[in-house]
């Protein structure tokens, strides 16, 4: 069965996109990303440390693997963009996960920030996946802006509480164009599960893999579970029944515009 | 010479550009990029880059990430 995902010119065999932080040894990495067959993983920029001897964590990750760079620790959206150019000048290639976090305790993104940034880095030819809270009028926003994807939250960042944001993921799902793809607070293979039986494009783990007692298997399991969903929704459509269409309470006549009944 | 480095006023001796500063840090050869006054300066202008007093310079590589 043929199901390939494609982003910006790319095509993905691997719906599980991995994050690489928080690894206790990072030389894990590589076989955590051979095991599970991703093909997109994500890396952070920071101030160097004088005093580490740390490699370089590319290293650990095997060359065909796209890298996406993430903005976090960007608050806002001039810190995003100052952030995507220093690391496009790193020589890794186009390709940036948009996150503006101002928000300390919850992690929570800052969708109008996010949206701004966008418009700029798009326009420097950037392709750019947004991280996001679950919402389909910046998701439409995000898209028409030049978006390749958008990435709504699950849960919280590293809280493992799974996919808490169905019901407006799935609303996402159903109304986009451009590919849904879940990214953080999954906590176990059957969130993943559930997000690709939704009909999700692909799901990005980090933490759940990072701090398994151990991540290659752990990876190895996302993989069968994220297969394992995408395979039903294929055969079945999405495991939820669409959402019910909303019902307004107040009067849908009287508005203050044209061509409406009085 | 104070220049401030990654957010922190460093006392810099004898030492004129980036590419110095690089060397001097021990950085030479690691994947790293350079912002200079808030311009990313390219690997191969570091000689070209004369520091001064006040200046502000970031150093920055990458590190795992989710």
Known sequence: ?262 | MRIKINGRFQDIKDISDLQELIRIKGLSGKAIVIEHNHNIIPKDKWNEVMLEEGDTVEIVSFVGGG
């Not at chain 1, 997109?40 to 095997?62: C, F, G, H, Q, W």
């Not at chain 1, 700029?120 to 996946?129: A, C, D, K, M, R």
Request: charged letters at 25%.
């Open chain 1, 1 to 262: 069965m043929s199901d390939i995902l494609r982003i910006a010119d790319r095509s993905f065999d691997s719906r599980l996109f991995v994050g690489t932080g928080k690894f206790p040894d990072k030389r894990v990495i590589g076989d955590v990303i051979k095991a599970c067959g991703c093909q997109m993983v994500t890396v952070a920029l920071r101030r160097v440390d004088e005093k580490s001897d740390d490699e370089n964590i590319l290293d650990y990750i095997p060359s065909d693997c796209i890298i996406m760079i993430n903005t976090s620790g960007a608050r806002n959206a001039d810190e995003a963009i100052r952030i995507a150019r220093l690391a496009r000048a790193m020589g890794c290639g186009r390709w940036i996960k948009i996150e503006v976090i101002p928000d300390n305790k919850y992690l929570l993104p800052d969708n109008v920030e996010t949206l701004k940034a966008t418009e700029t880095l798009v326009s420097e030819g950037f392709i750019l996946l947004a991280y996001m809270n679950p919402d389909l009028i910046i998701a439409r926003a995000l898209a028409k802006a030049g978006a390749a994807a958008v990435m709504p939250l699950g849960a919280p960042i590293g809280s493992g509480r799974g996919f808490k944001t169905k019901e407006i993921v799935k609303i996402m799902v159903n109304e986009l164009d451009v590919p849904v793809i879940v990214d953080a607070g999954l906590g176990s293979p059957a969130d993943a599960a559930a997000c690709m039986e939704l009909g999700c494009d692909a799901v990005l783990v980090n933490t759940a893999i990072a701090i398994s007692k151990d991540p290659v298997m752990e990876a190895k399991a996302f993989d069968f579970a994220v297969n394992a969903g995408r395979t039903h929704y294929i055969l079945s459509g999405s495991a939820l029944p669409a959402p019910r269409a909303a019902c307004a309470s107040s009067p849908l006549t009287g508005f203050l515009r044209d061509g409406n009944k009085v």
